[in-house]
């Protein structure tokens, strides 16, 4: 199945469950999306087109808000499930925006700066009648970065002749960005494992993160802060692994100097970060790592999913059985539109937080997401993903209903 087929599926379910399948039919497929074909001119001189998409998932809950990704694999299927995950995300983080997604279909690694830069401006011309800081506000996803948004927020407002900081959000702190922006999404999985830890009083806990960009490296510096010990990290560059615990500086330093991650420790196969024995285990890279090839042999006891669908439906199916407890994407990596919230509010209000106020104010919310979480998820007995889908739907249903 895809993803997209997975996300309609546990929608399905979850609306099901709440008695409400009749919004199935209006919530399967976004209110709108749009397919972009644009040109970009390269260094040599010569044009090549690029094609890119934008999907409004849903604006039940407030304008869209959700990510614009730059990678190969990014299809017309993606990129609609991702719009189906960001409205439920902002509806479990209780945050008054809707779900949208974009993405171009690109291989980064091929452009020098000045071509990203290009594209990235064509890229937001093409989609400039669709968002809008009341619309729908981009961030960054998958290969874009701060200085991705303040390129596409520079080419928003020159064609509005006007300053737009707050119809995109991620910005470098410099350009109206959020302090705290760039840390939010790693901290706010690690704020939610500090409650975990807490509630169930556990000792020396371990885990395992895949991935090392930007949501999971601060993720990893977070977890050491709060005494969790990292054995293992991997990312697309190779491997690290040390039974006594990574120190997050050294893995930096080590990517710093040798462009990879493997050497601050003993290497394992990537594929083995996430079958080891440990607490936590955190996927936060790609979708489908966690899947029917290799599901029966995780052993953690938690999963805090930092990347966007990382663990397929089938595979879904298997850690229920198994007992292994699901914290799931669209609640464990809120804490990034959750702080794209507090950035959306200080562009547009003007008055502009400290750092340490916007990490306590994430704490709190995302460790009261949390709670409300499990709540649901103890009292209707449900496995993790269901529980997050189910208080998800209720609240857009009830966005929906409050109209009638
Ligand atoms: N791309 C991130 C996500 O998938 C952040 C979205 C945002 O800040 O709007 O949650």
Redesign the pocket.
């Known amino acids: 199945m895809s993803e997209l087929e997975d996300a309609r599926e546990n929608l399905r379910e979850a609306l099901k469950s709440i008695g409400k399948e009749e919004y199935y039919r209006r919530l399967k497929s976004p209110e709108r999306f749009v397919e972009v074909n644009f040109p970009v001119k390269l260094d040599s001189g010569k044009t090549k087109m690029f094609k890119g998409y934008r999907s409004q998932h849903s604006t039940l809950r407030g304008p869209a808000?959700?990510?614009?990704?730059f990678s190969e694999n990014v299809t017309e299927d993606e990129v609609k499930a991702?719009s189906i995950?960001?409205s439920l995300?902002c509806a479990v983080a209780g945050l008054p925006?809707g779900g949208?997604?974009g993405g171009v279909a690109v291989d980064t690694g091929e452009l020098s700066k000045s071509e990203e830069e290009r594209l990235s401006r064509r890229y937001i011309d093409s989609v400039a009648e669709l968002i809008g800081e009341n619309k729908d506000?981009?961030?960054?996803?998958?290969n874009t970065s701060a200085r991705h948004m303040a390129w596409m927020m520079d080419e928003y407002s020159q064609d509005e002749r006007e300053l737009k900081p707050a119809v995109i959000?991620?910005k470098p702190v410099e350009l109206f960005g959020s302090k705290g922006?760039k840390e939010a999404?790693g901290y706010g999985a690690a704020y939610i494992i500090e409650d975990i830890m807490e509630r169930e009083n556990l000792e020396d806990p371990t885990a395992a993160v895949q991935g090392f960009g930007n949501?999971a490296a601060p993720a990893v510096r977070k977890l050491e802060e709060i005494g969790v010990k990292v054995v293992a990290v991997s990312d697309s560059s190779g491997t690290a692994y040390d039974e006594n615990g990574l120190d997050h500086s050294n893995l930096v330093e080590c990517r710093r100097d040798h462009g990879e991650v493997c050497l601050a420790g003993e290497r394992l196969e990537p594929e083995e970060v996430l079958e080891l024995d440990v607490d936590f285990l955190v996927p936060g890279a790609i979708a489908g790592v966690i899947n029917k090839e290799n599901v029966e042999r995780v052993k953690a006891d938690y999963i805090v999913e930092i990347a966007?669908g990382p663990t397929t439906r089938e595979a879904d199916k298997v850690l229920e059985e198994k007992g292994i407890e699901m914290v799931p994407?669209i609640l464990a990596?809120?804490g990034?539109?959750?702080?794209?919230?507090y950035e959306w509010v200080q562009n547009r209000t003007g008055e502009y937080w400290k750092k340490e106020e916007v990490l306590e104010k994430l704490k709190k919310s995302l460790q009261e997401a949390y709670r409300q979480f499990e709540d649901v998820r103890k009292e209707k007995e449900l496995y993790g993903r269901e529980a997050a889908y189910v208080i998800a739907a209720k609240k857009l249903v009830s966005s929906s209903e409050s109209m009638e």
């Not at 506000?137 to 998958?142: K, L, R, Y």
């Not at 990034?336 to 919230?341: L, P």
């Open positions: 808000k959700g990510g614009i990704r991702l995950w960001m995300k925006f949208g997604k506000i981009p961030a960054p996803d998958m959000t991620g922006r999404t949501a966007n994407d990596n809120s990034g539109v959750t702080a794209s919230y």
